[in-house]
């Protein structure tokens, strides 16, 4: 099963998304509302994957991914925003280096599922 890490702080998104996911049957959900619970419960849960906001209070979701690195520098993570233009450089290094993915709010619960079977296929999760 693979685990999944869900940070953001729209606690109604954040509930839909695991329902979603946990629902797919291959996936195990866990939960944060901002980068720095985001960066315990990763430290705690160990996911697969990391799908983050990025503008959240505290600590925000590139934040937590740059710590994260120091201890997995390979961990898949998919961003998403409703600002992506705001942060269009460091998200195209993401996706150079590290083959981040990206979803542009509002997006589609079908696209965020397409997004992570091609995850766990491509990493034989």
């Not at 109604?12 to 291959?26: D, H, P, V, Y």
């Not at 083959?99 to 999760?125: D, T, V, W």
Request: proline share 3%; glycine share 6%; hydrophobic share 40%.
């Amino acid at each position: 099963m693979t685990r999944v890490l869900i940070v953001d702080d729209n606690e109604a998104l954040t509930t839909l998304m695991k329902e979603i996911l946990e629902t797919e049957g291959s996936y195990h959900v866990e939960t944060a509302e901002n980068g720095e619970e985001g960066y315990l419960a990763f430290l705690h849960f160990k996911p697969d994957i990391i799908l983050t906001d990025i503008e959240m209070p505290v600590k925000n979701g590139i934040e937590m991914v740059r710590e994260i690195r120091a201890h997995s520098p390979d961990i898949k993570t998919v961003y998403m925003s409703g600002e992506m233009n705001s942060y269009r450089i460091l998200l195209q290094k993401e996706q150079i280096e590290y083959n981040a993915g990206l979803l542009q709010k509002p997006f589609s619960l079908r696209k965020m599922i397409r997004l992570f079977h091609e995850y766990c296929k491509g990493q034989g999760l």
